[in-house]
């Protein structure tokens, strides 16, 4: 069982405890009292590579599964029946090989897409970009990751803009189209340089940002438009304390869309409100509470909340996710909730601008956005003070624990013992316990959510989550034998 927190914080209090947090020291011996979050090592005790070896890409390969979903799932003003999985090979002129897996997520990176183009068409379109992402790789020579993306990704862009007729398109939407190469170009480092867990995997420049060991992460499930109240109820009944509430709900007008938010909310708090839960303080469920940029104003923001005090919700609300469009300028200090963002920071810039909106901090999104981009954003957060969460896109078991080892590393969300990571996979695939048996280590009792929480062991950093470990399936998907 998970401590109990202390109590809930106000807002000075969060953004206070998180500075305190952040700026805590490395140090091996941890009081009883934070050993649900105790740290990873002494600075400087995890082995560095000071000089990476230069990997050249000799020959690529790329394949895709489409995964059917339960039913049509809903946020961001939209719907999605299907997640398609692409699974990107990085052969090196060493003779090693390396997958990386992904999940494409059109609606989340712009709906703007699915706007001009049909669901299939928009996935294949993100496909066209992986597939000019390798192309553009083949005999290039680079030392880490980072490296790599940061030079591609300016001239990937523009050839996502391209292809789907959007000159104002989404950065996300070409980090997404990157996961895979990124998730493969990190293990192909990683065995050309000797290194075995994540934690070396990490260059020393950033690895202060992912410094911290949990012991346990909150899951987080969520609350699609679709997703029946019962369904709900359901999972708190299956223990789960903190849930992820999809708002912005499809409308004409701002004014109908937060009538139908409140009317959500509201169904939800009646039905799951007053259950008991033995994870927080008082005894009661908390809310992530996620509009994905739907709101056009502060003030659509404040009529939510006002609506959620009424109905005696606002207390049990953690946090807030991403309301308003990346161009928002509105001033959110004196918003009563911790407001964290998301799909508006793909970059430092990004992220340095909502910290001086009064954003409290970010949902890390590795999954979407690539490690290599999230690396950086994490110490951002480190060193401004700032807290952290790690945010689903319906990703696949194995990117889950990707996902994983980055929410275990940052330091425990304030007024809470633990960290947390949304995770609503086995709520919306529809081949979901198949999915579960391709994961290289299907049966890690760290995989499996108890009474609301992943409980993390010295096994789970040991063996990184089995990220370096490879899942036949998906290998067999781009084997050259195939053609690819």
């Known amino acids: 069982m998970m401590p109990r927190q202390s109590r809930e914080l106000s807002r ?10 952040a700026a805590l020291p490395l140090v091996e011996h941890v009081p009883p009292h934070l050993r649900a979050a105790t740290l990873l090592r002494p600075r400087g005790q995890t082995p560095q590579v000071s000089d990476p070896n230069k990997i050249r890409i000799r020959s690529v390969g790329l394949d895709f599964e489409r995964e059917p979903l339960i039913r049509p799932t809903g946020f961001k003003g939209g719907y999605l029946t299907e ?35 049909s669901e299939s068409a928009g996935n294949a379109l993100m496909l066209s970009v992986t597939d000019r992402a390798l192309q553009m790789i083949v005999g290039e020579t680079f030392t880490t990751p980072v490296e790599l993306i940061d030079r591609i990704f300016p001239e990937l862009h523009q050839f996502a803009c391209r292809v789907t007729g959007l000159p104002n398109l989404r950065r996300t939407f070409a980090l997404n189209a990157l996961v895979p190469v990124d998730n ?19 260059p020393a420049e950033y690895r202060a940002g ?47 869309m937060i009538e139908k938010d409140i009317a959500r909310l509201t169904a939800i708090h009646r039905a799951i409100g ?23 104003r502060k003030e659509t923001l404040l009529q939510l909340l006002d609506a959620a005090k009424k109905i005696g919700a606002l207390e049990q609300v953690a946090f807030l996710e991403e309301p308003f469009v990346d161009e928002n300028d509105a001033d959110l200090h004196d918003v009563p909730v911790p407001i964290v ?62 996902n994983k080892n980055v929410a275990a590393r940052v330091p425990p969300f304030p007024g809470f013992s633990w960290g947390m990571l949304e995770t609503n996979g086995h709520q919306q695939y529809r081949r979901w316990n198949e999915m579960v048996s391709w994961h290289p280590c299907a049966d890690a009792p760290w995989r499996r959510v108890q009474n609301g929480v992943f409980e993390l062991g010295d096994d789970f950093y040991a063996r990184s989550g089995c990220i370096l ?14 053609g690819s």
């Not at 065995?191 to 070396?200: A, K, S, Y």
């Not at 029946?228 to 109908?256: C, M, N």
């Not at 994870?279 to 709101?295: A, C, E, M, V």
């Not at 470990?469 to 195939?482: D, K």
């Open 83 to 117: 997640l398609w999985q692409p699974v990107a090979r990085l052969d090196s002129d060493s003779g090693r090989s390396h997958i990386g897996i992904g999940t494409q997520s059109v609606l989340w990176c712009d709906p703007a897409v699915l706007t001009r183009h």
């Open 210 to 256: 992912l410094s911290y060991r949990q012991r346990a992460l909150a899951a987080l499930p969520s609350v699609t438009y679709g997703l029946p109240v019962e369904d709900v109820v359901r999972a708190v009944q299956d223990g789960y304390f903190l849930i992820k509430v999809k708002l912005g709900s499809p409308a004409a007008t701002q004014a109908e």
């Open 12 to 21: 000075r209090e969060f953004l206070a405890v998180a500075g305190a947090a």
């Open 341 to 402: 963002a998301d799909e508006s920071v793909t970059q430092v810039g990004d992220a340095t601008r909502r910290v001086q909106q009064g954003y409290a901090g970010f949902a890390l999104k590795g999954i979407a956005k690539t490690l290599s981009e999230t690396l950086k954003i994490a110490q951002l957060a480190h060193d401004r003070r700032l807290v952290c969460m790690a945010a689903d896109l319906t990703v696949n078991p194995v990117l889950i624990d990707w």
């Open 469 to 482: 470990e490879e899942s036949s399936h998906y290998r067999a998907l781009v084997s050259p034998t195939r």
């Open 274 to 296: 007053a259950m008991p839960t033995r994870q927080t303080s008082d005894g009661k469920i908390r809310y992530d509470l996620d509009p994905n940029q739907r709101y056009q």
């Open 184 to 202: 493969a170009a990190w293990l192909l480092y990683a065995e050309e340089n000797g290194i075995r867990t994540f934690d070396e995997m990490i």
